[in-house]
């Protein structure tokens, strides 16, 4: 199949190059000019665990190429798919959804012959209907179908995620997308991944329907957290003691500083803005989004109370600042909101993370970027762990004892036994651990 990615970031940098490891000719194009110069360069624009090798071998064999102009590859295209992003629009929390209508005009400009046009983006259920509107618009001869592809992969396992997904959706309303689709996806079929061909709108209502369960869990965990607090409970337990149950499952129940990222919290607000257009509000999802957005601050409180209610003039080390492990990914960051209280409460902030720093030193231009975790804690009065990258799991804590002023650990993810730490000679700071203090 000859494939087209519009957009080439995350999602379409991933699947453009897993689509062509299936043996499939891909183009990937994007609109960042110094993104494509630097994959035509031999580079990689993000950071996403074994994409460098997957990248290197797919365009060494000649099956995956990148461009800034769509025209060409588009019209040779068997499969057009729309990867741009979809932010949230400024102001009112609706999915922004310019990236992806720009992206239907230039494609229905450029169509020749049949071609199956499929948003993978995440956008809100409808959004194929336009994307029809605006391609038979700009090009009333055209043939087309349009089909909903949503992506399920998560930054730092995008790979593996995407070339063993839990199940493939495809959202159709014209019976000739099927066979492109089916082709498309045929090594996956091979290998049994669950493939649910639906309806469009279906289709892109379960992308945001998935999400905003699994936004909701991440935040019902963190409530029990709080709670385990107050009630003298360990979190790890409860989350062990409910998730073996197969009805409830064991992912996503890790109590931590609230989720974050490029996708949970502009997917969990577009959907109850969409709900809210439809006159169904998703109660449960609002109040999720709300739990969030406070959780992010109270977590920099904790540190604060950790010190004794008083930061001023006190150096904090913040281990971790991408959204998650494996990334550099700093989009809707826990780290950004603890850092602002913190630094409005008077501390100083140093910060260690393995990928992220480029992208977070645009957006937080103040703090004090170091070379490692120790350096971090370098004269630190609290180490505070805001993501659990595996280079945090094991420090050595009497080093870190000699060198910070105060030995508190505050451990936002619950990465280290309490006894451990405390016998080190640390105060210790869990989420939803009673200290018994
Ligand atoms: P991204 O910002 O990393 O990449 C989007 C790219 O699209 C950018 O490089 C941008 O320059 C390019 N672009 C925008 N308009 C263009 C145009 N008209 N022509 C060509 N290129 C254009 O975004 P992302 O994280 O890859 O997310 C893309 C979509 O996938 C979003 O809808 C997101 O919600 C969804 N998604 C993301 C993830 C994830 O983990 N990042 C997972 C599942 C789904």
Redesign the pocket.
């Known amino acids: 199949m000859r494939i087209v990615m519009?957009?080439?970031?995350?999602?379409?940098?991933v699947s453009g190059a897993c689509f062509a490891d299936f043996g499939h000719d891909v183009v990937c194009?994007?609109?960042?000019e110094a993104?494509i110069a630097k994959l035509r360069a031999g580079g990689i624009p993000?950071y996403e665990p074994g994409l460098d090798q997957l990248v290197a071998r797919n365009v060494a064999a000649g099956r995956l190429s990148f461009t800034?102009e769509?025209a060409a590859p588009v019209a040779e295209a068997d499969v057009v798919f729309i990867?741009?992003?979809?932010?949230s629009r400024r102001g009112d929390g609706h999915?922004d959804l310019s990236?992806v209508y720009?992206?239907a005009r230039?494609i229905g400009a450029a169509l020749k012959g049949f071609t199956v046009v499929v948003t993978?983006?995440?956008?809100p259920v409808g959004t194929g209907d336009e994307v029809e509107r605006i391609i038979a618009e700009v090009n009333p001869g055209a043939e087309f179908a349009v089909a909903s592809n949503?992506?399920?992969?998560?930054?730092g396992a995008?790979i593996e995620d995407f070339k063993r997904p839990d199940r493939i959706v495809v959202g159709i309303e014209d019976e000739r997308a099927r066979a492109p689709m089916e082709e498309v996806y045929r090594p996956l079929f091979l290998n049994r991944s669950p493939v649910l061909f639906t309806g469009r709108r279906t289709s892109e209502l379960i992308?945001y329907a998935a999400n905003a369960f699994l936004a909701m869990k991440i935040t019902f965990i963190n409530e029990i957290a709080d709670l385990c607090e107050k009630v003298g409970a360990d979190v790890k337990d409860v989350s062990r003691g409910i998730g073996l149950d197969n009805r409830i499952g064991s992912k996503f129940l890790h109590a931590g500083p609230g989720y974050g990222?490029?996708?949970f919290p502009?997917?969990t607000l577009a959907l109850v803005k969409t709900a809210q257009d439809y006159e169904a509000p998703v109660r449960l999802i609002e109040t999720t989004v709300a739990v969030n957005d406070t959780r992010k601050r109270a977590m920099a409180r904790k540190v604060i109370a950790a010190l004794g209610g008083d930061v001023r003039g006190k150096s904090i080390a913040l281990l971790g600042l991408t959204f998650k492990p494996n990334t550099d990914?700093m989009r809707d960051s826990p780290s950004l909101a603890i850092v602002q209280v913190l630094e409005d409460a008077g501390a100083t902030v140093r910060a260690y993370d393995p990928e992220g720093m480029e992208a977070a030193r645009r957006l937080m231009p103040d703090i004090v970027y170091t070379d490692s975790a120790y350096a971090a804690a370098e004269g630190a009065c609290a180490v505070v762990i805001v993501t659990e990258w595996d280079a945090f799991r094991a420090l050595d804590l009497k080093r870190l004892r000699r060198i910070m002023i105060q030995p508190v650990l505050v451990d936002l993810r619950n990465i280290y036994q309490p006894q451990a730490v405390e016998a080190a000679g640390f105060t210790y700071c869990g989420v939803g651990r009673f200290s018994g203090a």
């Open positions: 519009i957009g080439s970031g995350y999602v379409g940098l194009v994007d609109k960042d993104k993000i800034t769509l990867g741009v992003g979809t932010p999915a990236y720009a992206a230039e993978k983006s995440t956008v949503p992506e399920f992969l998560r930054e995008a992308k990222g490029s996708c502009k997917d990914d």
